[in-house]
């Protein structure tokens, strides 16, 4: 049971569905591509709604990623990391780094997931 | 409903009717309809029906108006700098809409604007995916864009006309590579995957070509067909000296391919038409491994135009779901080609 109340990723999941299956037949022409602009956007914030906090989330999945990396870096925030591997790439430190290659290529592969 | 944009033009209308007449060497203009073209994220084009009174060519007409919308980007160029774009473009025989008239009296609409003439056909990219008959013979099609693209090559600096253009850079491709890491800084944006792809690009420069014209957004979307071919290259806003091969890699990039990866001439024909064309006006062979490298480049640069254009709605300056749609669901996609194209197998050593 759920207590009867719809959170919002669930309430976004049943809009989106709404103008899929009921708006978007009745559209053409601009409204029809401005109506599948806001289905994107509700596809969008329903996964990171359905993502926040935890840690298979978008910053999880980064810092996960790039956890291998974390002894050059300053802190254990995904920022903190990020910027430090930012200036070595600038630097020419990670020229053809295999093992960043394929980190950055499972970080990018969780982005385009999370665009649905 | 009507929009800001319309009232504008609409409470303006004499002093534009004005404008046409004397521009025209009329007697009189009247201005019967204004319809908004598509198209214009940073610019405003207006297609104006009048009908002109006297002077040498009497009759109805259809124009194009061309003016700044109210949130422009920094790179792009004024009103009066594409006008004289255009007018250098069509000397050197490029398919152009004519340009007709610049007005940079503020008194008439209180920015500056041109008239051109209006080109026939359509730019819309979806249509030219699904309707396989709009734009003639597709092949042929490729090849008149690859001969467009040299004649635009075919200026070339220095010119008095376009001294705007200030002198082209050394090192394009490298200047290109500083000024995306700057934009990227600007934006406080932090994508890895894209600093990666730059760095290859400052490790990989090819040799250059001497400095020509580049259109830098030659791209399908951006030229009119009709039913029987080509009619106008469009959208001149972004031109600068540079290598003619960064347009020839933006053309072909896989990210402009609307959904049709295996035409590689920008989603409608064969990169082999399209080179056919543009090397029987060069006189010379395009180097594939060049084009490969701005291709890369093209990824980078419109992956950093996408976040400077979802960056605009972020900071207020325009409310713009597209635009906040924009940078956020292209660059992921750009990333992942960008990566593609230089993995580590890829790296020259040093």
Known sequence: MNGGEADGAHLLSLARREIEEQVLPL????????????????????????????????????????????????????????????????????????ALHDALLAITKGRLKALG | MISPAENALAVR??????????????????????????GGAIQENWRLDVRVHGGPQPGQRQLVLRTDASSGVAVSRSRVEEFALLQA??????????????????????????????????ATPHRLMKEPGLGGD?????????????????????????????????QPALAAVARYRDYLDSLGALSLALEWGLRWCERHVPSGTAAVLVHQDFRTGNYMVDSQGLTAVLDWEFCDWGDRLSDIGWFCAKCWRYGHPELEAGGIGSRRAFYSGYEEIWGQAIDPEAVAYWEVMAHLRWAVIALQQGERTLSGDQASLELALTGRIH??????????CTAPAFWRAV
């Open chain 2, 89 to 122: 473009a069509r000397d050197a025989g490029v398919k152009v809409p004519e340009p007709l008239w610049l007005c940079e009296d503020s008194a008439v609409l209180g920015k500056s604007f041109y008239i051109m003439a209006c080109a026939e056909g359509t």
């Open chain 1, 27 to 98: 559209l053409s022409g601009d409204a029809r591509y401005r109506a599948r602009l806001v289905l994107n956007a509700l596809t969008l914030a329903e996964a990171e709604l359905r993502h926040d906090g935890r840690p298979d989330g978008e910053a999880g999945r980064r810092l996960s990623e790039l956890s291998t990396f974390e002894a050059k870096a300053e802190g254990s925030e995904p920022k903190g990391i990020e910027r430090q591997i930012q200036s070595e790439i600038r630097q020419g430190l990670r020229d053809g780094d295999a």
């Open chain 2, 331 to 340: 660059p992921p996609r750009l990333e992942r080609e960008i990566l593609s």
């Open chain 2, 13 to 38: 209308k004499e002093a534009l009717e004005a404008f046409l007449a004397a521009a025209a060497g009329a007697d009189a203009v009247d201005l019967d309809d204004v319809v908004p073209l598509t």
């Open chain 2, 138 to 170: 597709r092949e042929r099609l490729a090849a008149d864009l690859g001969r467009e693209l040299a004649k635009i090559h075919s200026i070339a600096p220095p010119r008095r006309d376009l001294a705007f253009l200030g002198e082209p850079a050394a």
